[in-house]
């Protein structure tokens, strides 16, 4: 008796402004993906000037759908870096971007953990938005700390359950700049201070 696989259901959001405006990310259903939500994403890139955007290179941690990462580059970020494990949403993370000829996202399918204990380069904007109900978020930040991976002045950008007493707290040097949170969602962006 051959055994059916249950299909992963794919939906999409779009992205919300710059030059890809309107266009539809599928997102595919299956566990741990769990991409912000329009209404987030909106509020976080407003929370950024167009100025900082546009002189960025961007770090797209746990990426997923790769929508942080696409909307940055839709605002005219020099690049995002996108970091993903699971096959499926590279797969699909890939196909939007032959799609909408974009060039300066670049995808890599790796372990976030692992691929930032060996140091590259530094960025000036990191979104940080790990499955829920690990500890993921918190090795994450020591490693950016650890192996330079952000810029003075970088913006961090942390997406986490909205459970009480349980956000992480963060370097001192990182300045908190925005938050605001809904029934189950903290967000924030901090500021790294060097000289703090």
């Known amino acids: 008796m051959k055994i059916l696989k249950k ?3 794919i ?3 779009q992205i919300i402004s710059g030059k890809y405006k309107n266009s539809r990310i599928p997102i595919i259903n299956t566990k741990n993906l769990r991409p912000t939500t329009n209404y987030i994403r909106e509020t976080l890139f407003n929370w950024i000037s167009n100025e900082k955007i546009k002189k960025s290179h961007c770090l797209d941690c746990f990426s ?10 839709s605002r005219y970020a020099l690049s995002s870096t996108c970091i993903e494990i699971q096959k499926k949403a590279i797969f699909f993370l890939k196909k939007i971007l ?3 000829s974009i060039t300066n996202v670049h995808v890599i399918r790796a372990n976030t953990i692992q691929w930032l204990k060996k140091p590259n380069k530094s960025y000036d904007i990191i979104f940080l938005d790990p499955p829920f109900k690990t500890t993921l978020l918190k090795q994450t930040i020591a490693l950016l700390i650890k192996n330079n991976w952000l810029k003075n002045n970088a913006l961090i950008y942390i997406e986490q359950e909205n459970t009480l007493n349980k956000l992480i707290t963060p370097p001192n040097n990182w300045i908190l700049k ?3 949170k809904t029934k189950k969602i903290h967000y924030s962006l901090y500021m790294n201070v060097n000289n703090f």
């Not at 997923?64 to 580059?73: D, K, P, Q, R, T």
């Open 64 to 73: 997923g759908s790769g929508a942080l990462g696409i909307e940055a580059v």
């Open 7 to 9: 299909k992963s259901k």
């Open 11 to 13: 939906t999409s959001i």
């Open 178 to 180: 925005k938050e605001k």
């Open 98 to 100: 032959i799609k909408l």
